[in-house]
C-alpha cells in the first residue's frame, strides 16, 4: 500500500498570500496518477487536480498542479476567501487507492 | 446532470446489520467504476472500495476487506455498502463517488455522494 504524508498539517496565510501544500509518497506514484480534492465544512470533497497537473471542470487556474514519482505539490497562486478549507491528496496508481492525512489551510 | 444520491443518517447498535445506498443518475451506471470512503469525526479520507456494476467486480481497501460489502443492482442504478455486525468504530460518514472516466480503473473521483453518517452507539 503506498502511504501518503501531506504536509504541512496545518497553513495559516492570508487571503491574497500563496499556498504550497505537499504530498510524498512511500513509493512512486506510476503515470503521475496523484489527484487534489478540496472539502469544505460540511461538504462532500471536490477533485481539483488530477493526473498530478490537469485541474478538473471549473477549477480556477490559480490552482496547479505539479511534481511526478513521490513527491507532489498543489500551489494556490492567489488565496481567496472561498479557499481555506481542507485538502488531500489521492494516489490511484495502484489496484487500492489511498488518501494522504490532510492539509488545513486556515485564514491568519 | 451526474448526480449520486445518498440514504439518509443511520444510528445503530453495535452487532447490528446496515446496509446504506448511493442512487445515481445521468449517466451509464453500468460502465463507471463507484465506490465508497471513509471519513472518520475530525480526520481524513479513507479509500473503502469500489465496484463495476458491469460485472460486479470489486475490490477492497486492506482496512476494510472482510469487514464490508459493497454491492450494485444495475436494475436501479443504485450501489451500495453494508455491514453484516457494525462496531462502535465504523462511526463515520460515508461517501459514495465515481470515477471520472468511464471504463477506467487507475482514474480519481468526480462526482460524490453527500454523505451518510453512520453512529454505532450501545
Known amino acids: 500500500e503506498i502511504v501518503l504524508t501531506q504536509s504541512p498539517g496545518t497553513l495559516s496565510l492570508s487571503p491574497g498570500e500563496r499556498a504550497t501544500l505537499s504530498c510524498r509518497a512511500s513509493q512512486t506514484v506510476y503515470r503521475m496518477n496523484l489527484a487534489w480534492y478540496q472539502q469544505k465544512r460540511g461538504q462532500a470533497p471536490r477533485l481539483l487536480i488530477y493526473?498530478?497537473?490537469i485541474r478538473a471542470t471549473d477549477i480556477p487556474d490559480r490552482f496547479s498542479g505539479s511534481g511526478s514519482g513521490t513527491d507532489f505539490t498543489l500551489t494556490i497562486s492567489r488565496l481567496e476567501p472561498e479557499d481555506f478549507a481542507l485538502y488531500f491528496c489521492?494516489?490511484?496508481?495502484?489496484?487500492?487507492?489511498?488518501f494522504g492525512q490532510g492539509t488545513r489551510l486556515e485564514i491568519k | 446532470e451526474v448526480q449520486l444520491v445518498q440514504s439518509g443518517a443511520e444510528v445503530k447498535k453495535p452487532g447490528e446489520s446496515l446496509k446504506i445506498s448511493c442512487k445515481t443518475s445521468?449517466?451509464?451506471?453500468?460502465?463507471?467504476?463507484i465506490g465508497w470512503v471513509r471519513q472518520m469525526p475530525g480526520k481524513g479520507l479513507e479509500w473503502v472500495g469500489i465496484?463495476?456494476?458491469?460485472?460486479?467486480?470489486?475490490r477492497y481497501g486492506p482496512s476494510f476487506q472482510g469487514q464490508v460489502t459493497i454491492s450494485a443492482d444495475r436494475s436501479i442504478s443504485t450501489a451500495y455498502l453494508q455491514w453484516s455486525s457494525l462496531k462502535a468504530s465504523d462511526s463515520a460518514i460515508y461517501y459514495c463517488?465515481?470515477?471520472?472516466?468511464?471504463?477506467?480503473?487507475?482514474?480519481?473521483?468526480?462526482?460524490w455522494g453527500q454523505g451518510t453518517l453512520v453512529t454505532v452507539s450501545s
Open positions: 489521492q494516489q490511484y496508481s495502484t489496484s487500492r487507492a489511498t
Open positions: 465496484i463495476y456494476p458491469g460485472d460486479s467486480d470489486a
Open positions: 445521468g449517466y451509464d451506471f453500468t460502465t463507471y467504476w
Open positions: 493526473d498530478a497537473s
Open positions: 463517488a465515481r470515477h471520472n472516466r468511464g471504463d477506467a480503473y487507475n482514474v480519481p473521483f468526480d462526482r
